[in-house]
């Protein structure tokens, strides 16, 4: 065959020379390799996105409603089609439970949410990653002996969250008619992990300057009230991050 034309046509269509007369028609149904690199080989792009767990991904006018891979096909300068490829991950949510004891008329304060009575309750906070905490708190009636008061007024928090925002970053108790002794503070399986003295104890949240887990934590505080009644306390609060 001669005069063969130089012909363009899109990767993956056949290249087609319709006959003129005297002479013989001809189709490319293969591109050499050598021709991998050509300006007209089939453009592929590749693209990574990631979302947060219960959400909606809309890129444009496209919208992944979960992970995987995904595939679409655009048109170029060229008139050829371009190969997105887009793989789509879930970043899944940080889960987290609490459980509280409520004494009547008290109010249990978790992350800005304040809960006045027992059951089961849910909500997110913001976590590192971009995307929502969900915590599960469980509320349960406080035994009528743990809700008797001492003979003076106490003060003692049950949630600190010590992310060094300067609002509740660490466990004190307060009160104005009282002298505190001494204050202990055990881990979840007993371990003693912080004893301070008065007249105003409190812990920063930090073993041996390290960063406390989050978890429930049980105190046990002495003192005596200012007209010289006893004071001895002990509970459970919890340390969220």
């Known amino acids: 065959m001669t ?3 130089t012909l363009s046509e899109c990767t993956g269509k056949p290249v087609t020379s319709y006959a003129t007369p005297g002479a013989n028609g001809f189709i490319y149904k293969r591109i050499p390799l050598s021709q991998a690199n050509s300006p007209y080989a089939l453009p592929v792009v590749q693209r990574e996105y990631s979302f947060c767990e219960g959400e909606e991904l809309r890129i444009g006018m496209q919208v992944f409603p979960h ?4 595939t679409d096909t655009l048109f170029n300068e060229m008139g050829c089609d371009t190969l997105v490829s887009s793989m789509v991950k879930i970043i899944e949510l940080e889960k987290g439970f609490m459980e509280f004891a409520l004494c009547p008329g008290d109010t249990i304060h978790v992350k800005g949410e304040a809960f006045f009575s027992t059951g089961s309750f849910q909500f997110r906070v913001p976590g590192i990653n971009g995307c929502d905490s969900l915590i599960s708190v469980l509320i349960q009636p406080a035994n009528a002996e743990s809700c008797v008061q001492p003979p003076c007024k ?6 600190i969250s010590p992310d060094e925002d300067g609002v509740n970053d660490e466990f004190e108790p307060f009160s104005p008619q009282a002298e505190f002794l001494d204050l202990k503070i055990f881990n979840r399986w007993g371990g003693l992990v912080f004893e301070g003295a008065g007249p105003h104890p409190k812990w920063d949240a930090k073993i041996n300057n390290t960063p406390a887990p989050a978890g429930v934590y049980v105190f046990l505080l002495t003192g005596k009230c200012l007209k010289g009644e006893p004071i001895r306390i002990s ?6 991050r």
């Open 3 to 5: 005069n063969t034309p």
């Open 67 to 70: 992970a995987g891979l995904f």
């Open 154 to 159: 106490v003060y003692i928090p049950n949630i």
């Open 235 to 240: 509970g459970d609060f919890t340390i969220i």
